[in-house]
């Protein structure tokens, strides 16, 4: 029998305890290595959530470009600002900057060199969002693939284009400070707050305006003309503001862009909507519906002015007989679930004209259930469209300002140029499932498209619906309309047999075909 060597026991036990100790520390420094995985994620993902609420992505791209690579060109008072890039490429992005830089941009407007930033970002809102949630926000953009995207040149004249000269704008105009919770209001309510006037920095539209473009304090959410567009009033006023309507009403417009009674976004607020409100939680939709109900209630014009009712046959009635009422009803009511509300519509209510003038003009695409608005100003002249925008202003007890005239029709005519009316260049297919159908020559639906016309829309449009239903099931209404309506833009746009404002009338038929069918077959 053999026997040990002295220490041979104690020898084994050491080396099986260091073992086990190796183990323990090996599992111990995978624990926290998946910890600290889990908490940069958890980082990142409420980086990205915040990113969403404050609406970067919508300056930050141009138009086809690679998300927050910059590029994109932002009328301001000053002249057009090229936003840079905010990717994390060391040479042309923000990779090289630290923490300290990166919050400074948002709490003074001041960049990563010490130069001043112009106020286009809307650092004077900035400023409220805390440290922690900046940095949140930084992690994300760290998080992405770098761009190189090299800063465009600004386009601004003497003396906008010496940064300097923002030293006195911000004497004048900013206020440094983090938000600060108000003790005597509800979560719910401070929550809103924190989102409306920072992130969110909703009064940069909706706040009136004085001069060089400061908007932070000036007549707060009361609204305010911006780029040929009208912000309406978003205080608790029940007449003018948002008080007269429900919570749901309000927060399902925040995320969809339609609400029955608050109407259908457009503009500014529909590409607000699309790239940061749908994003939001109903929790947080309901914060900011919360706190803009609990603003202090203003007005923007006198109810009493009732111009275009003058008389027994009140001007612009019959431009709205011909041109609007098949659809929106006699009294302006619409059609629940397919055609808004005129009365007490948001936009209609709002003490500028510019909203409901570039609707008549450019029309709406689908939105959810809502039917496409065609492009109708295209076959109307500017005095008939001031008309009809002044009396929808007015009937049905809106009572807003008749102020539309026809030479301000003209002038945002050629700044209207929008899907419905072929304006600019043709959209194009975001949904996947749709577009590979589209676009398979075999589909057939390229040939139905170049062969359409007014005679044979409906049967051609109830075909090609078939066809985009059966390869893509689960695609949405609004999304199917909107996609084929793209898919014949480019067509109807080359077609030499149709001539000027017939096009728009025709491609809007189309649309609204499409729509029809996919109404009609959802009922059978």
Same mark, same amino acid.
């Given at each position: 029998?053999?026997?040990?060597?002295?220490?041979?026991?104690?020898?084994?036990?050491?080396?099986?305890?260091?073992?086990?100790?190796?183990?323990?520390?090996?599992?111990?420094?995978?624990?926290?290595?998946?910890?600290?995985?889990?908490?940069?994620?958890?980082?990142?993902?409420?980086?990205?959530?915040?990113?969403?609420?404050?609406?970067?992505?919508?300056?930050?791209?141009?138009?086809?470009?690679?998300?927050?690579?910059?590029?994109?060109?932002?009328?301001?008072?000053?002249?057009?600002?090229?936003?840079?890039?905010?990717?994390?490429?060391?040479?042309?992005?923000?990779?090289?900057?630290?923490?300290?830089?990166?919050?400074?941009?948002?709490?003074?407007?001041?960049?990563?060199?010490?130069?001043?930033?112009?106020?286009?970002?809307?650092?004077?809102?900035?400023?409220?969002?805390?440290?922690?949630?900046?940095?949140?926000?930084?992690?994300?953009?760290?998080?992405?693939?770098?761009?190189?995207?090299?800063?465009?040149?600004?386009?601004?004249?003497?003396?906008?284009?010496?940064?300097?000269?923002?030293?006195?704008?911000?004497?004048?105009?900013?206020?440094?400070?983090?938000?600060?919770?108000?003790?005597?209001?509800?979560?719910?309510?401070?929550?809103?707050?924190?989102?409306?006037?920072?992130?969110?920095?909703?009064?940069?539209?909706?706040?009136?305006?004085?001069?060089?473009?400061?908007?932070?304090?000036?007549?707060?959410?009361?609204?305010?003309?911006?780029?040929?567009?009208?912000?309406?009033?978003?205080?608790?006023?029940?007449?003018?503001?948002?008080?007269?309507?429900?919570?749901?009403?309000?927060?399902?417009?925040?995320?969809?862009?339609?609400?029955?009674?608050?109407?259908?976004?457009?503009?500014?607020?529909?590409?607000?909507?699309?790239?940061?409100?749908?994003?939001?939680?109903?929790?947080?939709?309901?914060?900011?519906?919360?706190?803009?109900?609990?603003?202090?209630?203003?007005?923007?014009?006198?109810?009493?002015?009732?111009?275009?009712?003058?008389?027994?046959?009140?001007?612009?009635?019959?431009?709205?007989?011909?041109?609007?009422?098949?659809?929106?009803?006699?009294?302006?009511?619409?059609?629940?679930?397919?055609?808004?509300?005129?009365?007490?519509?948001?936009?209609?209510?709002?003490?500028?004209? $510019? +909203?409901?003038?570039? *609707? #008549?003009?450019?029309?709406?695409? !689908?939105? =959810?259930?809502? %039917? &496409?608005?065609? /492009?109708? @100003?295209?076959?109307?002249?500017? $005095? +008939?469209?001031?008309? *009809? #925008?002044?009396?929808?202003?007015? !009937?049905? =007890?809106?009572? %807003? &300002?008749?102020? /539309?005239? @026809?030479?301000?029709?003209?002038?945002?005519?050629?700044?209207?140029?929008?899907?419905?009316?072929?304006?600019?260049?043709?959209?194009?297919?975001?949904?996947?499932?749709?577009?590979?159908?589209?676009?398979?020559?075999?589909?057939?639906?390229?040939?139905?498209?170049?062969?359409?016309?007014?005679?044979?829309?409906?049967?051609?449009?109830?075909?090609?619906?078939?066809?985009?239903?059966?390869?893509?099931?689960?695609?949405?209404?609004?999304?199917?309309?909107?996609?084929?309506?793209?898919?014949?833009?480019?067509?109807?746009?080359?077609?030499?047999?149709?001539?000027?404002?017939?096009?728009?009338?025709?491609?809007?038929?189309?649309?609204?075909?499409?729509?029809?069918?996919?109404?009609?077959?959802?009922?059978?």
């Amino acid at each position: 029998m053999a026997t040990r060597r002295p220490g041979q026991t104690a020898t084994a036990s050491v080396c099986q305890t260091s073992v086990v100790l190796a183990t323990v520390l090996i599992a111990t420094l995978a624990t926290s290595a998946q910890a600290a995985a889990d908490a940069t994620a958890d980082l990142i993902a409420r980086g990205k959530y915040l990113a969403d609420a404050g609406d970067c992505v919508a300056c930050h791209t141009k138009k086809d470009g690679q998300p927050f690579a910059g590029g994109r060109y932002l009328n301001t008072p000053f002249g057009q600002l090229a936003s840079p890039n905010i990717t994390p490429d060391k040479e042309t992005g923000i990779g090289s900057w630290t923490g300290d830089q990166f919050y400074r941009a948002f709490h003074e407007g001041i960049g990563k060199d010490g130069e001043y930033i112009y106020p286009a970002m809307p650092y004077p809102y900035y400023t409220k969002v805390t440290r922690d949630d900046v940095l949140a926000i930084k992690a994300y953009l760290f998080s992405l693939q770098p761009v190189h995207s090299p800063q465009l040149p600004n386009k601004m004249a003497f003396p906008f284009n010496i940064r300097t000269g923002l030293l006195a704008w911000n004497q004048l105009f900013f206020r440094e400070g983090t938000f600060q919770p108000d003790p005597a209001k509800s979560p719910e309510i401070n929550r809103g707050a924190y989102l409306v006037e920072g992130l969110g920095h909703c009064g940069g539209c909706h706040n009136g305006r004085i001069l060089a473009g400061n908007s932070s304090e000036a007549e707060r959410l009361q609204g305010g003309e911006l780029q040929n567009w009208y912000a309406p009033n978003i205080t608790s006023d029940v007449r003018q503001g948002v008080g007269k309507y429900s919570d749901e009403q309000l927060v399902t417009y925040l995320k969809s862009g339609v609400s029955q009674g608050v109407g259908v976004a457009n503009g500014p607020m529909a590409e607000t909507i699309h790239d940061s409100l749908s994003k939001l939680t109903d929790a947080d939709l309901h914060a900011i519906v919360a706190y803009l109900k609990s603003t202090p209630a203003k007005t923007t014009y006198d109810n009493s002015h009732q111009t275009a009712f003058s008389g027994p046959d009140p001007v612009g009635r019959q431009a709205y007989l011909n041109n609007c009422a098949s659809c929106h009803q006699l009294d302006g009511k619409g059609v629940t679930g397919a055609v808004s509300s005129l009365a007490g519509d948001a936009s209609v209510l709002a003490a500028g004209p $510019q +909203d409901v003038i570039r *609707v #008549v003009l450019g029309g709406i695409e !689908a939105r =959810g259930s809502n %039917a &496409p608005m065609p /492009a109708v @100003g295209a076959g109307m002249t500017d $005095q +008939d469209i001031a008309d *009809v #925008v002044n009396y929808v202003r007015q !009937a049905w =007890g809106n009572s %807003a &300002p008749a102020t /539309a005239g @026809g030479g301000m029709v003209g002038d945002m005519r050629p700044l209207t140029g929008t899907a419905m009316n072929l304006g600019g260049d043709c959209p194009k297919i975001d949904q996947p499932d749709i577009a590979a159908v589209v676009n398979d020559p075999k589909s057939g639906i390229a040939d139905a498209l170049h062969g359409l016309t007014l005679v044979n829309v409906e049967q051609t449009a109830e075909q090609i619906v078939l066809k985009v239903k059966a390869a893509a099931p689960h695609a949405q209404q609004a999304d199917i309309v909107n996609s084929l309506t793209a898919a014949y833009c480019p067509v109807i746009k080359q077609d030499s047999q149709v001539q000027g404002v017939q096009k728009v009338i025709q491609f809007n038929n189309f649309s609204d075909q499409v729509y029809s069918v996919l109404t009609s077959k959802g009922k059978e």
